[in-house]
T-cell receptor, first 112, second 117 residues
Framework: DAKTTQPPSMDCAEGRAANLPCNHS???????VYWYRQIHSQGPQYIIH???NNETNEMASLIITEDRKSSTLILPHATLRDTAVYYC?????????????FGTGTRLQVTL | NAGVTQTPKFQVLKTGQSMTLQCAQDMNHEYMSWYRQDPGMGLRLIHY???????DQGEVPNGYNVSRSTTEDFPLRLLSAAPSQTSVYFC????????????????FGPGTRLLVL
């Protein structure tokens, strides 16, 4: 699975959009981009995933560049409850196993 | 649905003791896995299973055993605990990914905090 690079930390004011970048320059054509987050002391929580097209769900939007070498997770209106570590993961959806390789992620601090 | 449950929430062991961390899911997921998380680090995969009777090693399997006798349960056994196994352990489950529309997401339990003295 391709490696990812994320900034170690970011701050965001409550109510503003939080844009979390991820570089995955060695991504292969059949690898998906997944985002999970981990709120303090809890198990990780799935947010969103995508292959080539931009994706949106009730939690966030995922913007993937045309060359697929980077992506951005957007939380449109960050709240204090969005304070967490956000993990960008790139992996093949093999259909047989769901192994996820977590890096150290981006610690997002949402402030008043 | 209770989702993924883990017991115990906290455990203190002495070096050399054995114990089993329990994990259960009620979503009929084929795939289950165990991760450990050390301070300041991401999660690392210990063992995983793609169905009853099938298990395989992850990134850091040494010192741990698993079995999968039922779809619902996936216990993690420490045969002889060592201080290096002090960590937070997370169990996760998911459906196996499907093509052409993968909707697989992993659901994580609340974690077990283990201290080995």
């Amino acid at each position: 699975d391709a490696k990812t690079t994320q900034p170690p930390s970011m701050d965001c004011a409550e109510g503003r959009a939080a844009n979390l970048p991820c570089n995955h320059s060695t991504i292969s054509g059949n690898e998906y981009v997944y985002w999970y987050r981990q709120i303090h002391s809890q198990g990780p929580q799935y947010i969103i995933h995508g292959l080539k097209n931009n994706e949106t769900n009730e939690m966030a939007s995922l913007i993937i560049t045309e060359d697929r070498k980077s992506s951005t997770l957007i939380l449109p209106h960050a709240t204090l409850r969005d304070t967490a570590v956000y993990y960008c993961i790139v992996r093949v959806n093999t259909g047989t196993a769901s192994k996820l390789t977590f890096g150290t992620g981006t610690r997002l601090q949402v402030t008043l | 649905n209770a989702g993924v449950t883990q017991t115990p929430k906290f455990q203190v062991l002495k070096t050399g003791q054995s114990m089993t961390l329990q994990c259960a899911q009620d979503m009929n997921h084929e795939y289950m896995s165990w991760y450990r998380q050390d301070p300041g680090m991401g999660l690392r995969l210990i063992h995983y299973s793609v169905g009853a009777g099938i298990t395989d090693q992850g990134e850091v399997p040494n010192g741990y055993n698993v079995s999968r006798s039922t779809t619902e349960d996936f216990p993690l056994r420490l045969l002889s605990a060592a201080p290096s196994q002090t960590s937070v352990y997370f169990c996760a489950s998911s459906r196996l990914a499907a093509t052409p529309l993968p909707r697989e997401t992993q659901y994580f339990g609340p974690g077990t905090r283990l201290l080995v003295l």
